[in-house]
């Protein structure tokens, strides 16, 4: 019986004139975008949503740190040693502790070194034909270094002053060497997380390439993409373009 059906519905679309074929053909490909809007990437943009606060988050929290630390180390140089030395120490705890969780959020994420092999994997038995994948350059997705500011008025300071400049810098360099034999040398905190983007291209039938989506959001990694495009090329195949983002704390593409 649904073989009759079938073939019923048939002769009617082969009935139909060309503009209505056309009209049918675009009201599948609307419903077929409607259901991976609702089923796929409504939560897939939450959830990317709320990552990208969390990170905002550990960033701001190591700024803040990373700027008190800087205050303390004024503090050893003009005010009272011990007490300064303290201080920063259980600074740098706290900025190591936020360290490590920023990490945290990197090792999340599908290492950059392995990305392509879990999307090939991945492929496998959806039905799809891969037509290219390429690495784009990496970029720097969240950065925690110290950097160097100059103090104001350095640059404006007058011949007059150069006697006062440099007595005060010779108490600089004394405080210094002083720090240094009490263990005070500060070490550099800050790390630098890298995404590295890849560009995969598809082709395939609109019901494979929601299914590859789900694969790939069942997955036991937590893969980021953007630039979901699809091209339809002869019904019912159809092209599928979009960037995949892996995670690493090196810039580098190892392996790949």
């Not at 056309?22 to 077929?32: D, E, H, Q, R, S």
Request: charged letters at 25%.
């Amino acid at each position: 019986m649904s073989g009759s059906r079938l073939a019923q519905w048939q002769s009617r679309f082969n009935a139909l004139s060309e503009r209505e074929r056309l009209l049918v053909f675009a009201a599948v490909l609307a419903v077929c975008w409607g259901l991976v809007e609702l089923l796929f990437l409504g939560g897939l943009r939450t959830r990317q949503a709320m990552e990208a606060q969390n990170v905002a988050t550990l960033r701001e929290q190591v700024d803040q740190l990373t700027t008190r630390q800087a205050e303390l180390d004024q503090q050893i140089t003009a005010g009272p040693l011990q007490a300064a030395q303290a201080q920063e120490a259980d600074l740098l705890k706290r900025i190591g502790a936020a360290d490590l969780a920023l990490r945290g959020e990197g090792v999340r994420y599908l290492d950059a070194n392995r990305a392509r092999q879990v999307l090939h994997e991945l492929l496998k038995g959806s039905g799809l034909t891969l037509v290219s994948m390429r690495n784009l350059p990496a970029e720097i997705a969240l950065s925690t270094r110290d950097s160097v500011v100059a103090q104001p008025g350095d640059a404006d300071a007058g011949e007059p002053q150069a006697d006062e400049s440099a007595a005060d810098a010779a108490d600089t360099a004394t405080a210094a060497e002083h720090a240094k034999r009490n263990g005070a040398d500060t070490p550099s905190v800050g790390l630098d997380l890298f995404r590295h983007p890849i560009a995969v291209e598809l082709e395939g039938s609109y019901a494979d390439m929601v299914r590859y989506l789900a694969r790939i959001e069942g997955s036991e990694w937590s893969l980021m993409w953007h630039e979901l495009k699809i091209d339809t090329l002869e019904y019912p195949r159809a092209r599928l373009r979009f960037v995949v983002y892996s995670f690493s704390l090196e810039e580098a593409w190892i392996g790949v």
